[in-house]
């Protein structure tokens, strides 16, 4: 009922930046939140950040002060802006929604290696 899909990754040097987009369809008018997940080489999926219906956000830790996670309501569209990227942000990157569901896009890949 909710479809995602991802864009905006790829392989930048360390210190560089990169802006992803998470395009909403379906029954967006449910979704309750929105969050980035990244998953590097084995290891788990972990929470990024994460944006409410109603504007309030949340970081893990080891991104607060280099992402910011946003919403432009008029394109169904939450973006997450990556700035001074570290060879240790490399890894695909999961657009989530809740809804009556949860919602999960396809994934892109961001390598951050010189």
């Known amino acids: 009922q909710v479809q995602l899909v991802e864009s905006g990754g790829g392989l930048v040097q360390p210190g560089g930046s990169l802006r992803l987009s998470c395009a909403a369809s379906?029954?967006?008018?449910?979704?309750?939140?929105t969050g980035w997940y990244r998953q590097a080489p084995g290891k788990q999926r972990e929470l990024v950040a994460l944006i409410t219906s109603g504007g309030n956000t949340n970081y893990a830790e080891y991104v607060k002060g280099r992402f910011t996670i946003s919403r432009d309501n008029a394109k169904n569209t939450v973006y997450l802006q990556m700035d001074s990227l570290k060879p240790e942000d490399t890894a695909v990157y999961y657009c989530?929604?809740?809804?009556?569901?949860?919602?999960w896009g396809q994934g892109t890949q961001v390598t951050v290696s010189s």
């Open positions: 379906g029954s967006i008018f449910s979704i309750k939140a």
């Open positions: 989530n929604a809740i809804s009556y569901y949860t919602y």
